[in-house]
């Protein structure tokens, strides 16, 4: 079978439990998946629509989604759920690059396949905790900035590699400590609770960031790229948010993030 229309197909589909076990099983069985090269006769031919979704939450611009206090249930229940959000559009992105992007080299379909894999099992971890404060995914609104970089990163893995693992993801390895904060000043045994899984997801995150950032430094070296000029570049031609502290640093350097792209992080 071909692991990237297998991919392709968990895209697509709108049914989250499908989404959900594709993706887990995609990676359970990397080793029986065949990988061809890009030609046109093995390349799936792209949906009109992607990607496949539930029809909630409802999408919103990212500063008209409310804003919600900690220090209530259902503040919390809001909050959680945003994360939830989030990692529900990382299963995406990675089943995206799968089946996308052909002739990569094998540890590329890997790292991917297990990317989406891990991003389904935080999905599953955060909507059952969801589930436990008395809501499900879709019963708040939500945003979709994830997702609308890496449709305008479709054309080009360099750009993507640049501006969605290493740039909105890592933004997560920034975020979340300041959320668990919250959450802790709270003290509540759900807001610990969450605390934990947060703990597992920024784990897993410094490690998918760093495949992010192994990839696009591969597809710079392959396309005579310098991985650091080109970033700037690529920020501009793609409009991509700019960034601001307090920044992860310790995390980023685990990500693989270099003590001078930290540096121009920081630079005034």
């Not at 299963?91 to 990317?115: H, K, Q, T």
């Not at 000043?185 to 192994?214: C, F, K, M, S, Y």
Request: charged share 20%.
């Amino acid at each position: 079978m071909q692991l990237r229309e297998h991919a392709l197909a968990a895209l697509c589909a709108a049914n989250i439990e499908e989404k959900v076990a594709s993706a887990l099983a995609i990676w359970s069985n990397f080793a029986t998946l065949s990988i061809a090269s890009k030609t046109p006769a093995e390349t799936p031919a792209e949906p009109a629509t992607l990607p496949g979704r539930p029809a909630r939450p409802v999408l919103l611009a990212h500063r008209d989604v409310p804003k919600r206090s900690a220090h209530t249930v259902a503040g919390r229940a809001a909050l959680v759920h945003a994360i939830t959000h989030i990692e529900f559009n990382a299963i995406n992105l990675a089943l995206d690059a799968l089946w996308r992007f052909g002739g990569m080299p094998e540890a590329f379909y890997r790292d991917w396949s297990r990317v989406a894999a891990e991003e389904a099992q935080h999905f599953t971890l955060l909507r059952n905790h969801l589930r436990g404060l008395g809501h499900d995914y879709g019963d708040f609104p939500a945003h979709d900035g994830l997702w609308e970089m890496t449709h305008k990163t479709r054309h080009d893995i360099v750009a993507r590699m640049a501006l969605v693992p290493r740039t909105l993801e890592a933004r997560g390895l920034d975020a979340t400590p300041l959320i668990q904060a919250r959450l802790r000043q709270v003290n509540t045994p759900d807001a610990l609770a969450a605390v934990a899984i947060l703990d597992i997801i920024l784990r897993d995150e410094i490690g998918h960031v760093a495949i992010g950032n192994h990839w696009y430094r591969w597809v710079c070296a392959r396309d005579g790229l310098d991985p650091v000029a080109h970033y700037a570049v690529l920020l501009q031609r793609h409009q991509a948010p700019q960034l601001k502290p307090p920044f992860n640093e310790a995390a980023r350097r685990q990500a693989g993030f270099t003590d001078a792209e930290i540096a121009r992080l920081l630079a005034p």
